[in-house]
């Protein structure tokens, strides 16, 4: 090779001059083609390039269309030197290899082509010159890679060090990289063009004959083809036992799964990265799960091993007592002086700018130093000479504190999760990935999920974490007796060709049906992977920041997973226990082992599917006379009444079905302390202007908060919230936020609902309240609170449950689902208040002012007899309903009062007729005869209302 790299520029020189003997490789394709254009083909697809390194088409010759993205100008190849980018300037073709010339930069590059009858294999065979980077692949197209064309592209990595950008199997750039880091010569991809029902046979074809790829036949192109993937599972946390086998059994009878999932990382389990088994529950160790497995097998069901890939548990056997050497750090640092076993400062000779003490699940940062065999926690640390790591806890983890001589290396570890990485170049890196093959090998586990791999830009930082996860990936692989299937918390190129399925999220906690819906709206058709709508968990009573499962929920999620043949995984629910305490969840378990037995059986044709996969609409469940089961369409409209005098106790309900007798729920809502109450927090003090900053706006927004002369009746201050939009953005996106913070941060665990005064103008905006706590304890939750301003006046507002569905009906600066859906606002750590507005009307001067804003205690409320009123038909419920309760009303039959938990506290008779729900809008009102006193009662009323069958 090294021959060949003196003899570059010559061979280059000489190929110039016979350059016209290349006529012989360039095929006249249309009457623009110029002879020194260098064409790359097969059956299915031919690749033009101009001599000066310019794409001309990429044509799909089955259906006689270009491909190729030409809005712009896009090159074959291009470099990175001194981190600058050159495009490829000359580009000639000799005996079946590409020699790029890269003008100024002095780089010249020899790709070598390989065209056979359904792909194109590109070799670097020779690199003369520096670079830090080479992309030997850059075909932009102007499809969409999905699986509805009948076209498909696909350009596929043949070894570790070949960054492949885009996902196997539809991609829309044909793009391949490799690194001087890792390795240039040798950098080899496989380019597939080929009519879109090949394109998983063709994958396939390649893969199997990959050599630097370890296989596998139960992920990628062969995941359809297997099982696994479209299987669902139950969480296991540690109490998987041999005696308690026949219990999972029938656990997942009861939802109709058909897996198990062994999620380890709890004390009482097994370890991450050691995987040393809690030796009290599995004395003999993995032998236990060895027997386990063997007995869920004999009835069908298969066994995952969960793990988060690299990371290490702080108590294993690579931390304690002795940590080992190869554990990664972030930087390392020189003793300044001697330290005794005792010492609790420890001064360094280098600089401590920007270590903090700051740490959380979600942060890449640790208190720990290792210093020889002592792992050391420190709680401060000065940022200023003499620099100091101080309040130092020694011995951590087991180790034995000990002194410490100057110039001795203190480490600071990597972390994250609150668990430790190895080096990623090292050997312990490698022995973690192999520790996976030997469990799975030895257990015969069915499966291996790496959770946590997400993290992978700790290992070396975002630009290489695809290098070392999938490295740490083909490791597994690589190791594996046989192939299993795999999941994992992230997807990189490499990943695809294991990966069994895809788009498992986690669970939301609020706004269920908005939650699936975007779930699904992300999915990827282009990876044609089996689909996983887990993880999900069902809830009761928990507000103000967990809403209630219902039935009609868990029939949505349900449906989806019918319409897309999406499988399913539960964190929890189906415990004996836990079904007795929380009935609901043997109603909702019940539903989800029908549905699931029906999606299992491929019950339902493509064109019922095709209408259970709409978002946003929504149907219910049924048996036939005949024993047949079909669906009907349902909907379920949902209002909060704020109390009884409030202009929301009545609204309009639209139904677009036939005339029907009116079916409901009602919910009694948690209600609030006064306004006056003493045990109030106040948030706001007005009487400093510069309390709220100018955060952020959205193009072509103004506004600022004010102070404000008019007080409320009781005289206390008030601002003036301004805005305008010049109508630049969107308006469901014309957004400004001021924002005040709090030091020290307020503890608000026992006022989570705020009220308000707002003088409304009338202009139909949205004030959003909104409440924030440090990143590493709310990890980003958004405690959102809307005020819809269609009205005018001072107006009172009792703010209590976290907007969810209702965000996503708007554009904001930051609309990450799981801040809005899932995570939770630690309320004993709230650190900012925020004031926005969004869906500014365009041109409109917008002024609310806004009262004091009070966190307030959460109560509960009771009340009697409610009444809903329906186009003048009243129907009484003579019940008592304490805050939690929930009435469901099918019919005169069927009306029940549930607890807090779903438990059925007692049938309800109803007083009066059951009224109709015409045809289109239909008025509503709810009422009720007593209540709590001195309290405001709130409750949420669903109407619900069927088509015909399908």
């Not at 999620?263 to 050691?274: I, P, Y």
């Not at 940022?383 to 790591?389: I, V």
């Not at 003088?759 to 440090?774: A, I, M, S, T």
């Amino acid at each position: 090779m090294e021959k060949l790299y003196f003899l570059l520029k010559r061979t280059f020189y000489i190929i110039c001059l016979f350059s016209l003997i290349m006529s012989c490789s360039v095929k006249k394709t249309d009457s623009r083609i110029d002879e020194k254009d260098i064409i790359i083909e097969n059956d299915y697809i031919r690749y033009r390039i101009s001599s000066d390194g310019k794409n001309l088409l990429f044509f799909n010759k089955s259906d006689n269309i270009d491909l190729l993205n030409s809005d712009t100008v896009s090159y074959c190849a291009y470099i990175v030197q001194n981190g600058k980018q050159y495009n490829v300037q000359s580009v000639l073709l000799k005996d079946s290899s590409l020699y790029l010339s890269f003008g100024n930069s002095g780089v010249t590059v020899i790709v070598r082509i390989q065209e056979t009858e359904h792909n194109i294999k590109m070799k670097v065979e020779g690199i003369e010159g520096s670079i830090q980077s080479l992309t030997f692949l850059n075909i932009p197209l102007k499809t969409e890679g999905m699986p509805y064309e009948p076209f498909a592209t696909c350009v596929l990595s043949m070894n570790s060090f070949t960054h492949v950008r885009q996902l196997p199997a539809l991609q829309t750039h044909l793009w391949a990289t490799c690194y001087q880091k890792f390795g240039i010569t040798g950098a080899e991809i496989t380019l597939l063009g080929v009519p879109m029902k090949d394109i998983l046979s063709e994958i396939r074809s390649v893969m199997k004959n990959a050599k630097d790829i370890p296989y596998s036949d139960k992920g990628g192109a062969w995941a359809q083809l297997s099982k696994e993937g479209k299987g669902s599972y139950l969480f296991n946390f540690g109490n998987l036992t041999e005696s308690t086998v026949n219990e999972w059994i029938d656990k997942c009878s009861s939802v109709g799964f058909n897996q198990i999932d062994s999620h380890g990382g709890a004390a009482d389990f097994f370890k991450f990265g050691s995987f040393e088994l809690n030796s009290e529950k599995w004395p003999e160790g993995w032998n236990h799960f060895k027997r386990i497995n063997e007995q869920l097998h004999d009835v069908g069901i298969s066994s995952i091993f969960h793990t988060y890939a690299f990371f290490i548990d702080k108590n294993s056997k690579y931390t304690t007592p002795v940590p080992h050497k190869d554990l990664a750090y972030f930087r390392s640092f020189t003793l300044a002086e001697p330290i005794n076993s005792e010492d609790s400062s420890i001064i360094v000779k280098e600089s401590t700018e920007n270590i903090t003490a700051v740490t959380g699940f979600f942060v890449q940062n640790s208190r720990t130093l290792r210093i020889g065999d002592e792992l050391i926690e420190f709680t401060g640390v000065t940022n200023s000479y003499p620099f100091k790591f101080t309040g130092c806890k020694r011995g951590l983890n087991g180790t034995k504190a000990s002194a410490h001589i100057t110039e001795a290396k203190a480490y600071h570890l990597k972390e994250m999760f609150g668990l430790f990485v190895p080096d990623p170049e090292s050997e312990l890196f490698l022995e973690i990935a192999r520790n996976h093959a030997k469990i799975v090998n030895e257990n015969n586990f069915d499966g291996i999920y790496l959770d946590a791999i997400d993290g992978s830009s700790i290992l070396a930082g975002p630009e290489y974490s695809w290098y070392y996860s999938s490295k740490f990936v083909t490791e597994i692989a690589k190791h594996l007796k046989r192939p299993v299937g795999m999941e994992m918390s992230a997807m990189e190129h490499h990943y695809w060709h294991y990966r069994s399925r895809w788009q498992a999220w986690d669970t939301p906690r609020r706004g269920f049906k908005k939650f699936i819906d975007l779930h699904t709206a992300s999915i990827n058709g282009g990876l044609l992977l089996p689909l996983q709508l887990g993880w999900w968990l069902n809830f009761t009573w928990e507000p103000p920041q967990t809403e209630a499962t219902f039935v009609d929920d868990v029939e949505y999620l349900c449906c989806k997973m019918i319409g897309y043949n999406a499988g399913l995984a539960l964190l929890g629910g189906v415990d004996q226990k836990e079904v007795e305490d929380k009935p609901a969840f043997k109603r909702f378990n019940s539903i989800i082992k029908q549905y699931e037995e029906l999606r299992n059986q491929n019950y339902f044709n493509d064109s019922i599917r095709a209408l259970l996969r709409q978002p946003e609409k929504e149907y219910t469940l049924f048996q036939e006379d005949n024993g047949k089961y079909n669906f009907k369409p349902a909907t379920y409209i949902k209002h909060k009444v704020a109390g009884l005098g409030h202009t929301s106790a009545k609204w309009t309900v639209k139904n677009e079905f036939q005339p029907q007798p009116v079916k409901f729920r009602i919910e009694s809502l948690l209600s609030v302390k006064s306004y006056q109450d003493t045990t109030n927090i106040i948030l706001t003090d007005y009487s400093r202007q510069d309390n709220f900053l100018n955060k952020a706006t959205s193009k072509g927004v103004v506004g600022d908060i004010d102070c404000c002369s008019e007080n409320l009746l009781n005289y206390e201050d008030a601002v003036s919230f301004t805005a305008q939009s010049d109508g630049t953005s969107t308006q469901i996106g014309s957004w400004i936020m001021l924002e005040k913070k709090y030091e020290p941060w307020l503890d608000l665990s026992n006022n989570k609902a705020l009220g308000v005064w707002i003088k409304g103008d009338g202009n139909g905006e949205l004030l959003n309240l909104r409440l924030q706590g440090p990143f590493q304890f709310s990890h980003g939750a958004k405690g959102d609170h809307f005020v819809k301003i269609d009205f005018i006046g001072w107006k009172y507002f009792e703010l209590v449950e976290v907007e969810s569905a209702e965000f996503s009906k708007y554009i904001w600066p930051e609309m990450h689902v799981y801040n809005s859906y899932l995570n939770a606002v630690d309320f004993s750590k709230v650190d900012k208040l925020q004031f926005w507005y969004n869906n500014l009307p365009k041109g409109k001067q917008i002024n609310c002012l806004i009262g004091p804003i009070k966190a307030i205690s959460t109560v509960s409320s009771t009340i009697e007899n409610p009444v809903i009123t329906i186009n003048g038909e009243k129907i009484i419920l003579p019940v008592v309903m304490e805050s939690g309760m929930y009435i469901e009303f099918n019919s005169p039959s069927d009306c029940k009062l549930y607890g807090s938990k779903g438990e059925l506290i007692q049938e309800i008779l109803i007083k009066g007729s059951v009224p109709i729900l015409n045809t289109g809008d239909n008025n509503i009102s709810f009422s009720y005869s007593n209540s709590t006193s001195g309290i405001n009662p709130r409750v949420q009323v669903t109407v619900i209302s069927e088509g015909k069958p399908l």
